[in-house]
Structure formats: C-alpha cells, structure tokens
C-alpha cells in the first residue's frame, strides 16, 4: 500500500455530504424531471449522494485495504434509507437514516461493554493507545453521545424545515462530534499508554 497524501481520507469521508449539500443549495427550490418523475431538490441530492458515497467507500477500500465496520454500516444503511427516500420520492426515509445510524453505533458499543469486548478498543486501539480502563470510560460517553445525537436528529427533521435539517446534517452534526473530541483530550492524556505498556490494554 502507498502512503497517502494526508488529505485523501477528510476528503473520501467529507467529499459525499459536501456533495450533497451543494446540489441541494444549487437545485433549492427546483424541481428536477428524471425518467418522467418530477423530484425535488432534497430528493435529487440524495439520489447523487448514494452512487458517491459508494464510490468513496470503494476508492478508500481499494486504497487501505481495509474498512470500519461503522464505514460499512453506514454506507448500507444510506443505500437502504436513501434508495427508499428516491424510490417512494418521500424525503422522510433519508432524514431517519442518521437516527438509525446513531441508533445501530450506540447499541452495538453498548452490547460490547456489557459483553466485556471492547469493539471500539479493537478498531481503534493503533491509532490511539489507551488502556482498558480509558477504553470504557470513552465507550460509555460514545453511548451517550450517539443516543443524544439520535434525539436531536429527530427533533430537527421532524419540527424544523427542511433546509435547516441540511445545514444540521451537514455542518452541525460533524461540529458536535468535534466538540466531543475536544471535550474528552483529557481522558485521552489521563489514559494514555507510555512506551512498553500496551500490556495494560484488555
């Protein structure tokens, strides 16, 4: 494998929803005729944002050789939520997909802590070495984190325009998740693995 320019990855996982934000801005308020069916501009970002979500994911398989199992379900997940939007023309399948998607990331991290397998310490634990202790701390706040991310999902497409869900989707979820890791620089410091500790993981 070559090493990758460091912008590559921001831009293979970035690049979809940008995307699809700039076709809606471009087609707001347009109706677009695609096979003698009128679609909106909500429907027609979706509809371009699929195939280029695949597409990402492949190019970034093909570069790694590998993907996270939160990658994979994420990518079935918008084909099935938003091949559903496109082909009922119902915008509403779309915007529960980052419901399920929080939803599906919370119970599964859940399911491993009460199981004693720390699944995010096993897909994570190279890029940022902590030990058990720290792994559960993150994991717990993770939970939390995707299950408040879930509630608000479903506060703003269901009770705000459509348009402020866009901007939310794409500019305010990704800021919460940073605000999050910000947040928790301290648990990262305090847990930390030193040179010749990893035998404090497990």
């Known amino acids: 494998m070559k090493d990758q320019k460091p912008w590559v990855k921001p831009a293979l996982e970035l690049g979809p929803v940008l995307l699809f934000f700039l076709v809606f801005v471009l087609k707001r308020g347009d109706t677009v005729t695609l096979w003698g069916q009128d679609y909106s501009a909500f429907i027609f970002a979706t509809l371009?944002?699929?195939?280029?979500?695949?597409?990402?994911?492949?190019?970034q398989w093909r570069l790694t050789g590998k993907l996270?199992?939160?990658?994979?379900?994420?990518?079935?997940?918008?084909?099935?939520?938003?091949?559903?939007s496109v082909w009922l023309n119902d915008p509403r399948f779309f915007k529960m997909?980052?419901?399920?998607i929080y939803m599906l990331f919370a119970a599964l991290l859940g399911f491993s802590l009460l199981t004693g397998r720390n699944w995010l310490q096993v897909v994570l634990s190279?890029?940022?070495p902590m030990d058990?202790?720290?792994?559960?701390?993150?994991t717990l706040?993770?939970?939390?984190?995707?299950?408040?991310l879930a509630v608000?999902?479903?506060l703003v497409w269901r009770t705000m325009s459509e348009n402020t869900w866009v901007y939310f989707k794409t500019f305010g979820l990704p800021l919460?998740?940073?605000?999050?890791?910000?947040?928790?620089a301290g648990l990262f410091k305090a847990h930390a693995l030193q040179d010749g500790d990893s035998d404090k993981q497990g």
């Open 97 to 100: 997909k980052p419901t399920m």
């Open 141 to 148: 706040r993770m939970v939390i984190l995707f299950l408040a």
């Open 126 to 128: 190279e890029a940022l």
């Open 48 to 59: 371009v944002f699929i195939p280029a979500l695949a597409i990402a994911t492949l190019v």
């Open 152 to 154: 608000a999902n479903e």
């Open 132 to 138: 058990a202790d720290g792994w559960r701390k993150l």
């Open 176 to 184: 919460m998740l940073f605000a999050f890791l910000i947040a928790n």
């Open 68 to 84: 996270a199992p939160m990658q994979i379900a994420t990518l079935v997940l918008v084909v099935v939520f938003g091949g559903l």
